[in-house]
Structures are given as structure tokens and as C-alpha cells.
């Protein structure tokens, strides 16, 4: 569905060759910092099949960088979790209850000609600093838009992400919130859209933890 010419555009089918593709290029195109930081600034990242691969492989889920965060990939459907994004959802409380997650699935089966649906996690008024002294206070996801062509598809904005330690942890997330939406309005699942504004990897974790995970990944896809 989705096509955009970019040198900065990451197009692969299923979690692991995704992954693999989106930390090369970074490493590859990406700029240097003095901190030992690899940064890209603005890269579009579409997975075609996301449910195809539903939970990080074993050999790689055992790993201590990733074992400690697996709770977090239903995170943005489970209200029991918590996590910033996913609690901002489903049960966003400032002034009054806003259950947007309930809005679209609602809004999306009500409506069968509706083609889109946005879900947001920033408020201005309490997220932006008010003071010199304060600090911006927002999520990492900050917009969630369904599209509803042939299937339904969904487009994210992720301000930061570490593409190693961080970006199949966000996939996962997105892929079993597009599962849960879809499931709801009963539509086929289509692709997931991940635009990231500081795309990034770290020169010790490229050279050293990355090799192990491209190694236990190369031996899965031989089984």
C-alpha cells in the first residue's frame, strides 16, 4: 500500500529482515556524534507482513537487553500495563476519562465507509514545559493513524528510538495494536508505518551485541 522515495525509507516484510535492514542502514547512513551515538534524523520504516512474525524469536527473547522488556509488547492494549503511550489510549485522565482506543474501533465498525481513524498521546497542556526550568514530558509514540483501504493499515510517529535495543520491541507493540483494532472492526491486518525522528544505534552496541543478535537470528532462519 504504501510507497514513498526517500534515501531514508526501510522497506521489509517481517520482523527479523526488517530489523536487520533499518540497523545497517543507520549504521551505514547515519551521523557520528563524539558520544559514540549513529544518528539518522527522519526515517520512514514499512513492514508489510508485521503480524507475520508475532513474538521475538526465542533464541534472541532470551538475550538480557530484550527478556527484561517483553512484557512491554502488549503494552499499548493491555490497561494493566504500565506504559505512558498505552495508558494514554485507553484510559487517559486529566480532566475527564478519554478512551480513544474504545473511540476508533467504535468509530471504525460504526462507520464502514470511514477510511481513517487518529489516535494522539500528546496534550500541550500538560506535555509542553511551562517553565525555563521544566523539561518536555512526552511519549515516545506520538500519533497513531489507521487507514482502512483493503485492509487496515496503521502509520506511527515514534520521536526516538534505539533501532537495536528498541525498534522489534516497538514493532511488536504496533503490530498486536493493529491486530487488536482489526480484530474489533473484523478487517483483515494490513501494514504497519513506523516515521522516526532520531533513528539511532550506539558504536559499542554494533560491534559487539548486535553481531551476537545477527548470529542467533541467521540460525533461525535456517530452521
Known amino acids: ?3 514513498a522515495p526517500s534515501n ?3 522497506e521489509g516484510k517481517r520482523l527479523l529482515d526488517t530489523w536487520e535492514k533499518v540497523v ?3 549504521k551505514a547512513h547515519g551521523k557520528r556524534s563524539d558520544d559514540g551515538r549513529i ?4 526515517l520512514g520504516v514499512l513492514t508489510t507482513d508485521p503480524l507475520g512474525e508475532k513474538h521475538l524469536p526465542e533464541g534472541i527473547a532470551d538475550f538480557p537487553e530484550f527478556k527484561e522488556k517483553l512484557f512491554l509488547v502488549e503494552a499499548l492494549v493491555n490497561p494493566e500495563i504500565s506504559f505512558y503511550a498505552g495508558q494514554r489510549l485507553m484510559t487517559w485522565s486529566e480532566r475527564k476519562t478519554v478512551a480513544q482506543l474504545k473511540s476508533v474501533c467504535d468509530h471504525l465498525r460504526a462507520k464502514p465507509t470511514s477510511n481513517r481513524a487518529v489516535m494522539v498521546t500528546v496534550n500541550a497542556e500538560e506535555d509542553l514545559p511551562m517553565r525555563d526550568d521544566e523539561t518536555y514530558d512526552f511519549p515516545p509514540f506520538l500519533v497513531f493513524d489507521f487507514k482502512r483501504r483493503d485492509k487496515l493499515h496503521l502509520i506511527t510517529y515514534l520521536r526516538i528510538c534505539d533501532v537495536i535495543r528498541w525498534w522489534p520491541i516497538n514493532l511488536l507493540q504496533l503490530s498486536n495494536l493493529l491486530d487488536e483494532v482489526s480484530n474489533r472492526v473484523q478487517c483483515q491486518s494490513g501494514e504497519v508505518i513506523m516515521l522516526i525522528g ?3 544505534v550506539t558504536e559499542n552496541d554494533y560491534t559487539k551485541l548486535w553481531p551476537r543478535i545477527k548470529a542467533s537470528g541467521n ?3 535456517r530452521t
Open 1 to 3: 500500500m504504501f510507497s
Open 8 to 10: 531514508h525509507f526501510i
Open 24 to 26: 545497517e542502514h543507520v
Open 39 to 42: 544518528e539518522i534524523d527522519g
Open 198 to 200: 532520531a533513528a539511532y
Open 219 to 221: 540460525r533461525l532462519k
